[in-house]
């Protein structure tokens, strides 16, 4: 039987007392490939976040590989690749400099060669050298992706990574998670891309208005069933699927919640 790599339960985030998410509870086994879906202010980065400990629980648990986060936070960090809106780039240094920082960081072997392998990987060797700030948006998600890999993480989190990539860059993304997965990651991913989603993972979760509301397959035999779910996300109802979410987690009022200036300057998702 596959270990549980994420155990959430109740898990609820306030923000100036309002509630960004309600009561989640979610399982993720090793292995497993997740599409988180929402339309905007659904929770999606807020859960991600969470997940990667870059904020606080208001109540509820998390327990990422068997282990509370409150117990064990740096020893899990560092099996976790945390890709998000911000590159978490240093901009006057360069993509290698940037990234043997961070393979130091985290106690990365051969951190030249596997430096120069990744930059290689993501298209960025014709700009290895160049500070990060000369870079266009594109080739600065090429260079978080790559820092998001670097020490071969067992779990990705992963909110909306093809933003910025043009299509070249978006099919080595694609490749490089495959690949990732085919090598035993767990991945969850936030996508409003549905093709991207439903091609890269089996397993879709609807959160909608901070509440999960479906969990299901998504694959194609699957899929009108997901397509009915959506929508009635979208408008506030729930799905007959049988996939829903629990009845504590079901759609109630909408509650769009930015995150404040000291989270690190991301809305909620």
């Known amino acids: ?101 961070y393979a130091r960081m985290f106690g990365v072997q051969a951190v030249a060669s596997r430096v120069s392998t990744l930059l290689e990987q993501v298209g960025l060797g014709g700009w290895a050298h160049r500070p990060v700030r000369t870079l266009s948006r594109g080739l600065e998600q090429r260079c978080a992706v790559a820092r998001a890999l670097l020490h071969e993480p067992a779990l990705l989190l992963l909110d909306e990574p093809f933003t910025g990539l043009d299509v070249d860059a978006a099919q080595m993304l694609s490749d490089t998670l495959r690949g990732a997965h085919a090598a035993g990651t767990t991945l969850l991913m936030v996508t409003h891309d549905m093709p991207r989603g439903f091609d890269l993972c089996r397993r879709g979760i609807i959160l909608a208005r901070g509440r999960l509301v479906w969990d299901g397959s998504i694959a194609a035999s699957e899929r009108a069933t997901f397509d009915r779910a959506y929508s009635a996300a979208a408008r506030g109802t729930t799905s007959s699927s049988g996939h829903e979410g629990s009845a504590d987690n079901r759609v109630t009022a909408e509650s769009k919640v930015p995150l404040p200036p000291g989270e690190a300057g991301e809305g909620m998702r």
């Open 1 to 101: 039987m596959a270990a549980t790599v994420i155990e959430t339960r109740g898990l609820t985030r306030r923000f100036a007392g309002v509630t960004a998410l309600h009561g989640i509870d979610l399982s993720v086994t090793a292995g497993e490939a997740v599409a988180l879906f929402g339309h905007n202010g659904a929770g999606k980065t807020t859960l991600l976040r969470l997940l990667a400990m870059l904020l606080r629980p208001s109540a509820g648990t998390v327990h990422l590989f068997g282990r509370a986060i409150t117990e064990a936070g740096g020893v899990i960090r560092s099996r976790i690749g945390f890709l998000s809106h911000q590159s978490f780039l240093y901009p006057d240094l360069t993509p290698t400099e940037n990234l043997e920082f």
